[in-house]
């Protein structure tokens, strides 16, 4: 029998036919790496400069690209740890854009769309930025420019993983630096595993995964709320905006219904909404219109409004499948209502990961339904999440799942003050022994501990282990206890 061919059965009752292992799909024999985005450059930076004109030129010293070659765009100030930079009105990070004319071995102009009008900019770049380059065309099997190099988006590679058999090996998908504002989704695999989401375990902060959000980061969380006219979309107290043509949104609301039409992501299911583009049509600085493509063909009808709705995202990275996923090198931003990584029936080890990013709800963690999350190695919080109006966690599990700490080294960047945390709620387990922390005070509680759920936590109060400035003002064993908590088990061995 050879790989992925089926089994038949025949007996006195008939015939049937199972499908093997492999099923058709390609079968793996050694551990294999996909590759997503590749930084072009004769220095393998994928360092430009764009300088405002009709059109905008963009130069990338020997960037070797084609024309029709996808691309993306970071600004340095979005690589955190110590990189600057801004890109000019008319770029959106995060967006795809085209090689349009290739001016010289040094220079290009870009497109919207493919084949379409060079992009015109009425200033140029400012400090650092970067570039990414890659199709999902690609195979994703190399970090070059061929047809077998680098993928653009990350949900391509996983749809990639999804199609094969893994066997027994295992499958890294390696992003390289830059923002990626896509909203990534993981899909079951078929076979061992692990999978594995690696950036860069050595500096997290180059790989930064943040949807927008769009959403003006001083706005508080109701003046998200969208209202419609026709097609076009306006917030609630006619505030600007702050996106551009092309950027990518989803939408989400409360309650079984919301706008028929489109695509929405109900916080109380863990399926993501669709993604959507800022259109250039009816576009001003306090309305847009919204299309279904990155290419903006055609505006999308919105039909009459049933619940309020507003503009987000549910997670930088939602985890809904059975099966081993892992996070490595990687930087978690955030944005209003938006978790850092929504988890459902997943295991996963996180290790070499920053918690950070504006933001003041949601949770940099929620994992539900069995989930069990096993962090290890060092990690880093640069940002905490607190709401008045939002019993936010820095990291929550509820519906019978685990959260484990034992083992890891977590990094406080600056004065952070949460509502709690680590929140279990609903029989969950919090494994918290063997594990340190450094860096100023933290303020907030530090465990909320409920409905039946437990802890454990060696030597809470003493050496290394929460010491009585991290996080917690208190020295003791602190739990939010009411009436519907059933135990509560703080191990002292």
């Not at 058709?24 to 764009?50: D, H, K, M, S």
């Not at 009008?117 to 400012?126: D, K, P, V, Y």
């Not at 519907?484 to 002292?492: A, E, G, P, Y």
Request: with cysteine; net charge neutral.
């Amino acid at each position: 029998m050879t790989a992925g061919s089926n089994i038949t059965i025949t007996n006195g009752n008939g015939t049937i036919s199972i499908a093997a292992a492999g099923g058709g799909r390609e079968v793996l024999t050694a551990n294999r790496t996909y590759y997503v985005g590749f930084l072009p450059g004769t220095a393998g930076t994928g360092q430009i400069t764009v300088t405002s004109g009709t059109p905008a030129t963009i130069t990338c010293t020997g960037h070797a690209l084609a024309a029709d070659t996808p691309v993306i765009f970071t600004a340095g100030a979005s690589i955190r740890g110590g990189t600057t930079g801004s890109l000019p009105a008319g770029i959106v990070e995060g967006a795809t854009y085209y090689v349009r004319t290739v001016l010289n071995a040094n220079q290009f102009t870009v497109s919207y769309t493919l084949g379409g009008t060079a992009i015109s900019t009425a200033a140029s770049s400012t400090g650092s930025c970067f570039i990414r380059a890659g199709n999902d065309s690609n195979t994703g099997l190399n970090y070059d420019a061929s047809a077998t190099g680098a993928l653009l988006t990350v949900n391509r590679a996983i749809d990639l993983v999804a199609s094969i058999d893994l066997g027994p090996y295992n499958v890294t998908i390696q992003l390289c630096k830059g923002r990626y504002v896509e909203q990534i989704n993981t899909k079951t695999f078929v076979g061992a595993g692990p999978v594995t989401i690696r950036g860069n375990p050595s500096n997290p902060a180059e790989v930064y995964l943040s949807p927008y959000s769009g959403v003006n980061a001083a706005l508080s969380p109701s003046d998200s709320q969208i209202v419609r006219s026709g097609n076009i979309i306006t917030y609630a107290g006619g505030i600007a905006h702050g996106l551009q043509i092309g950027t990518p949104i989803r939408f989400f609301g409360f309650g079984s219904a919301a706008w028929t039409g489109i695509g929405v992501w109900n916080p109380q299911s863990t399926q993501p909404g669709t993604e959507y583009y800022v259109s250039s049509q009816n576009f001003t600085s306090t309305q847009f219109s919204i299309s279904a493509t990155s290419n903006l063909a055609s505006v999308v009808t919105l039909n009459p409004l049933s619940s309020a709705l507003w503009i987000g995202s549910p997670g930088m990275l939602n985890v809904n499948v059975i099966g081993q996923y892992n996070l490595n090198g990687v930087s978690f931003g955030s944005n209003t209502y938006a978790y850092g990584l929504r988890t459902s029936l997943a295991f996963m080890e996180i290790t070499n990961t920053e918690f950070g990013g504006p933001g003041n709800t949601g949770n940099h963690i929620w994992a539900t339904n069995g989930s069990f999350i096993y962090m290890i190695g060092n990690i880093t919080v640069s940002q905490a999440r607190i709401n008045a109006s939002y019993s936010t966690s820095l990291f929550a599990m509820g519906e019978s799942s685990v959260l484990s700490m034992r083992g890891a080294s977590f990094t406080l960047v600056g004065s952070l003050v949460f509502n709690n945390f680590a929140r279990m709620t609903r029989m969950c387990t919090f494994i918290a022994d063997s594990f340190s922390f450094s860096g100023p005070a933290a303020t907030g509680q530090r465990f909320l501990i409920e409905f039946n759920s437990t802890a454990r936590v060696i030597g809470l109060g003493a050496g290394p282990t929460f010491p009585s400035s991290l996080p917690g003002s208190s020295d003791q064993t602190q739990a939010s206890i009411d009436s519907t908590q059933c135990s509560v088990n703080f191990s002292t061995s």
